[in-house]
């Protein structure tokens, strides 16, 4: 995979490939990152990267000439790239996305600062837009780093084999389980013990259950209709028939309710 990242602060895309998996994934050759500064290809004295709105208004917006003349340079360096603009008026990024990108050969990313870029610049060049969420960043290029690492960790070799695999099938619509490493008691808190049991089928059960019930109650939207395979829908059944248990036990099961204004969540 061959990133391109146009940007005006090339320096923190070259923090970012020169840090753990994303150095090791360049070393190994399985990718190359370019940061191209967006201010070379500013020919003025002053090398002006962006200027006032028309009709007026607060905030700067990036200059068309310098930006399309540094995507031409990219272009002509990976020709077969699409052109990628980090933009909160974007699609939303997601897993899916992330694999259709990496079965890509390379991709160009134009980080915009200030109030954004000159639409001549989306109209003529940007193959697609996205975004990562709806919060509010200073500018495309933490955006860009984080599709290139979604992107970078699913290209064949970056990764433990084992952990990519498992994680395609399952990550992106399942929160993972608790984990746990040594020592066995910290700070007052121990280590559940079935993890500690070597019963692996035990150990294998307790973590699926974990991961349904954390998305249950942190993600429900994430469960949506037919997501469950049979076993995952009989685990979660044996704890709904232990809750319906508590709750129809004589004198309740639990703790007693507290007095409260009714108003509770
Ligand atoms: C005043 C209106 N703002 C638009 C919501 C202006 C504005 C805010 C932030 C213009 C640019 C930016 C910089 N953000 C990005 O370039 C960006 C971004 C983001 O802010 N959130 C999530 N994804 C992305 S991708 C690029």
Aim: charged letters at 25%; one cysteine or more; aromatic letters at 6%.
């Amino acid at each position: 995979m061959h990133f391109a990242a146009l940007t005006i602060f090339p320096e923190l895309i070259a923090a970012f490939r020169d840090s753990g998996i994303m150095r090791r994934a360049v070393e190994s050759g399985a990718v190359t990152l370019q940061a191209i500064n967006i201010r070379d290809y500013a020919l003025d004295r002053h090398h002006t990267t962006d200027d006032r709105p028309y009709g007026g208004g607060c905030g700067m917006v990036m200059k068309p000439e310098p930006l399309a003349a540094a995507i031409r340079a990219a272009k002509a360096k990976l020709p077969e790239a699409p052109v990628i603009l980090l933009s909160p008026q974007g699609e939303r990024f997601d897993q899916p996305m992330a694999r259709q990108f990496a079965a890509h050969q390379a991709m160009i990313l134009v980080c915009g600062r200030y109030e954004g870029v000159d639409e001549r610049i989306s109209e003529q060049w940007v193959e697609a837009e996205l975004s990562i969420g709806d919060f509010v960043l200073t500018g495309g290029e933490v955006a860009a780093m984080a599709v290139m690492d979604a992107v970078t960790r699913l290209l064949p070799g970056v990764l433990g084999n084992a952990d990519s695999a498992e994680q395609d099938s399952f990550g992106a619509n399942r929160l993972d389980c608790a984990h746990y490493t040594r020592p066995p008691e910290f700070e007052g808190r121990p280590v559940p013990g079935v993890l500690q049991s070597g019963h692996h089928d035990r150990i294998r059960r307790w973590r699926l259950t974990d991961a349904l019930m954390r998305t249950l109650v942190r993600r429900p939207d994430l469960l949506h209709q037919g997501a469950l395979k049979n076993e995952e829908a009989a685990l979660l059944r044996a704890w709904y028939g232990e809750i319906e248990r508590i709750i129809q036990m004589p004198g309740g099961g639990g703790p007693d309710p507290s007095p409260g204004d009714g108003q509770e969540r």
